[in-house]
């Protein structure tokens, strides 16, 4: 069989790269890992991580694409997605006909289209799947990809066993690129407003006298429990927000959705709220949680509160 391609080793793909190592899709004598990442070093740690493996890594995206039949791209930001797909050594500079490319990262829809028509030019074939999920469900097998795009390269066998080590669920929305992209946007920016909502309810109880802790039980035995509740609670009463996914990420997409939402002429009012939430914490200098987990809106919450709480909460 032909290597498997993997570009972009970050939070997300290290994860992703890794369950295709650990579930036999990829490294084997026959079916090598083959890799690359702007920062070098990540590579490198993967490799360690699988020592008896077959991994090649590769001095740029372009040569992973050449060696591989499939390459799955995952890059942070449309900004960093876009300077390795169409750089001199890039993505695109690799593809040639039958060439494969999957690509996981949320970028706008027009991003999407833009790579499609770009690797079909080359006569290679497009899937946008971006994924629902964080770092955990990377590592964990978790994710859920949502794709539109080639037909062919969904199907193909290849494509749905790396699918299944990486993830517990795929939906194919048909053959036309950003169809992917507006059903994960949907998700995203119902988790974040969810995340906001969720932030002010803890706030408001705390600030009201009531033990946070308590409170998260009472939420978790309700119709309103949520595993993202369940999970993130805990560690927002403690100031806990190691970045699972990143605040700016978070904002990235709710803004990108509350953009669709105004474009398809729909009422988000609630989405673009919380979208401003996001951005006056992703903004905020004094905080710097930009890079922390998007439950750190919770912060910034608690710092435009003017309850003895919250003061009390933000000098200690």
Request: aromatic share 6%; proline share 3%.
């Amino acid at each position: 069989m032909a290597p498997i391609g993997f570009i972009g080793i970050g939070i997300m793909g290290e994860g992703m790269a890794s369950r295709l190592i650990s579930q036999g899709v990829a490294g084997s004598d026959d079916t090598p890992m083959v890799v690359w990442n702007r920062t070098s070093s990540k590579c490198n740690d993967l490799k360690e991580r699988f020592p008896d493996k077959n991994i090649e890594v590769k001095d740029s995206a372009r040569e992973v694409v050449e060696s591989c039949g499939v390459t799955f791209n995952i890059l942070s930001t449309p900004e960093a997605s876009r300077a390795v797909f169409e750089g001199e050594d890039g993505t695109l500079a690799g593809v040639s006909a039958g060439k494969f490319i999957v690509d996981c990262a949320t970028l706008a829809e027009s991003d999407m289209k833009r790579m499609d028509e770009q690797v079909k030019s080359k006569g290679g074939q497009f899937l946008e799947a971006p994924v629902s999920g964080s770092k955990g469900p990377a590592h964990s097998g978790l994710l859920i990809f949502l794709c539109a795009g080639s037909e062919s390269i969904y199907e193909d066998a290849t494509v749905q066993s790396s699918l299944k080590a990486m993830g517990k669920a795929k939906h194919f929305f048909g053959t036309e690129v950003g169809h992917g992209t507006r059903a994960k946007l949907v998700v995203n920016s119902l988790m974040g407003t969810m995340m906001a909502a969720f932030g002010e309810s803890l706030a408001l109880a705390e600030s009201v006298g009531l033990d946070g802790d308590e409170m998260l039980e009472v939420i978790g035995q309700g119709a309103i429990q949520s595993p993202m509740y369940a999970l993130k609670g805990p560690k927002m009463l403690k100031k806990d927000h190691s970045p699972n996914f990143p605040l700016q990420h978070a904002h990235k997409d709710m803004k990108l959705a509350v953009d669709m939402a105004k474009e398809a002429g729909v009422e988000y009012a609630v989405t673009e709220g919380a979208e401003q939430l996001f951005q006056k914490a992703r903004d905020d200098e004094e905080l710097k949680v930009a890079e922390q987990d998007f439950s750190a809106v919770f912060e910034s919450i608690h710092k435009e509160s003017n309850s003895e709480y919250s003061k009390k909460r933000g000098s200690g």
